[in-house]
Every structure is written in C-alpha cells, then in structure tokens.
C-alpha cells in the first residue's frame, strides 16, 4: 500500500490539498509548515494563500479494493498536511472528498481537525459514516474546555481526542470519547512535555475506560526518546480501529 506512514496511530496518510493556517498553541511549531519551506509544496503557509489540491485522490480507491481483496481494513488519516474543516478550502473539493469517503467503505478513516467548531455546519447531510472517525487536537487544558464539547455534540461512529503536541496537564473529568492520543512536541525549539502530564491522561483513560496511545516523548531525536512510560509502552486503539 503506497503512502505508507511511520505515525504509530496510522497504516496510511491522504491528503486531499496541501496548505493551512497556524490557529492555535499547538501550531506554533507545525512540521507540516516547517517541511513546507523545504519542499515548497504551497508558495507560503497561512491565511490568504492558495490550498493546493493533491494528484493522489486515485491512492484510496486502490487501498479499498486491497482491502477488499485481503480483509485488512487500514487506518487512513486524513489530513497531515492540511485541515479537513479549513475556511479557506473550496467548498466543492470537500464536497469530492465526502464522495471519496462514501466510495471507499473498506478504510477506516480518521479525519484529525484543530478546527471542530467549523465541523457540524461543514459536514454532508448524510454525515455520520459508519467507517469514519472524528478527532479535535485538544493540547492544553484551556483548548479542551473550549472545545470538547464540541466534539462530543457532533455526531460520528466514533470519537478521538488528540492531545499532541502536549502543552500542559488535562483534567478531561468525566469526558469519555473512544480515544485519546497524546505525545511530545519534536523538532527544532520543541516545548518538553511533563511525564506528569501523560500520567495523568494514562490514569484517567484507566479510570474513564478510554483507549489511549501514547506516541512518543518527542524532542529533537524522537526515535531515541522513545515512548515508554515508567518502562511499559502504551499503543491503544479504540474497538473501531483494534486489528
């Protein structure tokens, strides 16, 4: 399968444009931006500057039928390098990926926004799909009372928080969505995340009976950082995405 990703949480990546807007903390230091300015898929990152629609729409269509044919069902994250729910996105491509979604029922799509207020008015008709999940990053304890609530209000098969890159401690209280991913921010400038931090998210999904995967510490060698804590790597899916 082709655009295979080394994102733990994901078999694969799909991105229908290429470009966004920083809208919160946790954008601040964005790889999809920082990687841009090397590989100039858009002229600039931010608001006012063209989104740019991708040649792969062809590469779900044949994962579908593979998984048809093998009955392994992958995890696609839809969009790395963009926002599903973006203002400034043409509305009639998000009306052809909502067609690409329904024609490929044999993937199991996670669609990640930092936008989650815009989802309900964007969202088909015909919204939820039984194959599709919804996730908000909620990275700070001020992000999550803003917008959790959000989240849970719009309907979907299934729910999914991800706070990475962790900026502080999350008190979610009784919140129980299907799925909570945290990390560690990377890269050039990286803001250290607390290991009391993620130890609170660990015990509460415990407590709540939430799925919860932790995908790395972060920091500017990952790989070597790892993603254990206090020794025992934790790599949930909800029941929606287990194997």
Known sequence: MAEKTE??????????WIGCTRVSPACDHCYAARDNERRKWVPGWGAGVPRRRTKTWGDPVKWNKQAAATGYRPRVFCASLADVFDNEVDMEWRV??????????????MLLTKRIGNAAKMLPSDWPFP???LMSTLESQDVWDRDYRKLAATP??????????LLGAIDIGGARPDWII???ESGPGHRPADI???RSLRDQCKRNAIAFHF??????????????ID???HKNFPTALAA
């Open 196 to 198: 009391d931090w993620v």
């Open 131 to 133: 194959h599709v999940g």
């Open 215 to 228: 995908k790395q510490w972060g920091g500017t060698k990952p790989k070597i950082n790892g993603c254990a």
């Open 231 to 233: 020794g025992r790597e």
């Open 182 to 184: 945290a990390g560690g």
């Open 7 to 16: 994102i733990s949480w994901a078999d694969a990546t799909f991105n229908p």
């Open 96 to 109: 052809d990926l909502w067609q690409l979604l329904r024609e490929t029922p044999n993937l199991r799509w």
């Open 156 to 165: 979907a098969a299934w729910h999914g928080v991800s706070a990475e890159p």
